[in-house]
């Protein structure tokens, strides 16, 4: 795709994010960026016998950065978190129709957020 | 729904009466200006009327001092290397304030690759250039200094008499960009002491691919464009008559209508500004006074400006511009916010808002409740 701008797909996640919000009590909490880079996001989720059966975010960054983190949640909710994990940023860009490509690298990291909060809940598994 | 425009600073629409001045020479009036015959003479009597409008708006000393371009960007272009060029033999300083545009800063950092050494001169917090930095840092070497009249993204004015002095008093020559300026605050090129200055057509409502260059008598430049040899020599190439005459045209009715308009956007301006820091944790960029009439630009913590941008164009039709890192080019954040100090989580978070002929006081508590509710739905979104 050439650098013109959004899918209408990433708009209408910009516009109309889905599980925007925090989950108190998460089983599993994750957090990537750095406002100083000017992207930063949690991802909250519940599991309930490994499959998320809530998840939330929340983001502070540009248009992608939101609708990419809206994506990964819709993507993850109601998957076992073995293959939630598997999800990656270019899943996450072609379930969006593209994301042009300055975008990428830096706007792209709800996937990261997502393998975060799973990581943390396995780490919480492993210690119970 | 209706749109509002707020992004005068990127690009402006023809005023409808340069497009009826000027369209005449995309239908019937072609000749090529250089031609001797009638059809030529036509064009080229058309751009000597442009090149007088151009130097009344400045009050340049003669029509020869004006150079027509092809935009701001060929214009600083010519000023900076064409004069540092050409002075070699002179020094192979030259300097900029920190928060030039990129059509500046880029080729006195050409120069440097070739060479030539490179001061950037710092502002203060409201985008001032400090006038004692300026003092240490400007010398007998320094063949061109380059600071701008105003400021286009935080729409700070510079005090340019004051900074003529200084530059002369230590070094060779000022170029000034006057393209947030011209139209919209007086400029008087002999008064205000400015070797060099730099115009732009569409940021008067001329039509794009239009520039000048003004070069004050006796000032030694050279060509960075050479060919046929128009324009003094100094900028070869066939003229794009159409841009140049509405470009004159444009000049014309900026100087009648300036104190006017000027004011009227004054008025708008400051409501705007006061409506907008009703808003939590907002902030003023630039200086609050010393300040574009049409220009209001803003910070808010805890978002971020692409966003800032496309909510306000999606859920309100309201077209602004930001410094936000996403919307650059080089995935920094502007240059001149840092500039005034500002981290870069803080520099994310801009918005910048300049007003035109379309824009009205009535407009006002609309597009303010729609800042509101932008900055507090990202808000909501944000972690921070």
């Known amino acids: 795709m050439a650098d013109v701008g959004y899918s209408k797909k990433v708009l209408e996640h910009f516009m109309n994010p889905k599980n925007v919000g925090t989950i108190e009590n998460a089983d599993g909490y994750g957090k990537v960026g750095n406002p100083v880079c000017g992207d930063l996001m949690e991802m909250y989720i519940k599991v309930e016998n490994d499959i998320i059966t809530d998840i939330k975010f929340k983001t502070f960054g540009c248009g992608s950065a939101i609708a990419t983190s809206s994506m990964v949640t819709e993507l993850a909710k109601g998957k076992h978190v ?23 690298h830096c706007s792209n990291l709800a996937a990261d957020a997502l393998q975060a909060a799973i990581k943390d809940y396995k780490k919480k598994k492993r210690e119970e | 729904m209706e749109k509002t425009y707020l992004d005068h600073a990127s690009a402006m629409p023809v005023d409808p009466r340069v497009l009826r001045f000027a369209e005449r020479y995309l239908k019937d009036i072609f000749g090529n200006p250089s031609s001797l015959h009638s059809a030529g003479l036509e064009t080229k009597k058309a751009i000597e009327d442009a090149r007088k409008k151009v130097t009344e708006l400045i009050n340049a000393e003669n029509e020869t001092c004006i150079i027509f371009t092809s935009g701001a960007t060929e214009s600083n272009n010519l000023a900076i290397k064409g004069t540092a060029l050409r002075n070699m033999g002179k020094g192979k300083k030259v300097a900029a304030s920190a928060i030039e545009h990129i059509s500046v800063l880029n080729p006195m950092k050409e120069l440097q690759k070739s060479g030539f050494e490179l001061t950037l001169i710092p502002v203060d917090s409201t985008g001032l250039v400090e006038l004692e930095k300026l003092k240490e840092i400007v010398t007998k070497d320094t063949t061109v200094t380059s600071i701008m009249y105003a400021n286009n993204e935080i729409g700070t004015i510079q005090p340019i008499k004051k900074i003529s002095e200084i530059v002369h008093e230590r070094g060779l020559h000022l170029h000034v960009d006057a393209t947030a300026a011209a139209g919209r605050i007086p400029i008087d090129v002999q008064n205000d002491g400015i070797d060099l200055l730099t115009l732009s057509s569409n940021d008067i409502y001329g039509p794009q691919g239009a520039g000048a260059l003004y070069v004050k008598p006796g000032i030694k430049i050279q060509a960075i464009l050479p060919g046929g040899g128009q324009e003094r020599g100094l900028r070869s190439g066939t003229e794009n008559v159409f841009a140049i005459a509405g470009m004159g045209e444009a000049a014309r009715i900026a100087k009648d209508e300036m104190d006017q308009e000027s004011k009227r956007l004054t008025g708008i301006r400051d409501r705007l500004i006061d409506e907008i820091l009703k808003i939590e944790k907002s902030h003023l960029t630039g200086h609050r006074t010393q300040r574009l009439p049409h220009h209001a630009s803003f910070r808010f913590s805890g978002i971020e400006g692409e966003s800032i941008l496309l909510n306000m164009d999606m859920r309100h039709h309201i077209q602004i511009a930001t410094g936000s890192a996403c919307t650059s ?39 303010a409740k729609a800042v509101k509710q932008t900055v507090e739905r990202l808000r909501e979104l944000s972690p921070l």
């Open chain 1, 82 to 104: 073995d293959e939630a994990m598997k999800i990656t940023r270019n899943d996450v860009a072609d379930e969006l129709d593209g994301l042009p490509p300055k975008k990428m």
């Open chain 2, 329 to 367: 080019r080089t995935l920094e954040p502007s240059h001149v916010l840092l500039a005034t100090g500002l981290k870069h989580e803080e520099a994310h978070g801009s918005l910048v808002m300049t007003l035109g002929r379309s824009n009205d006081t009535e407009q006002i508590p609309t597009v």
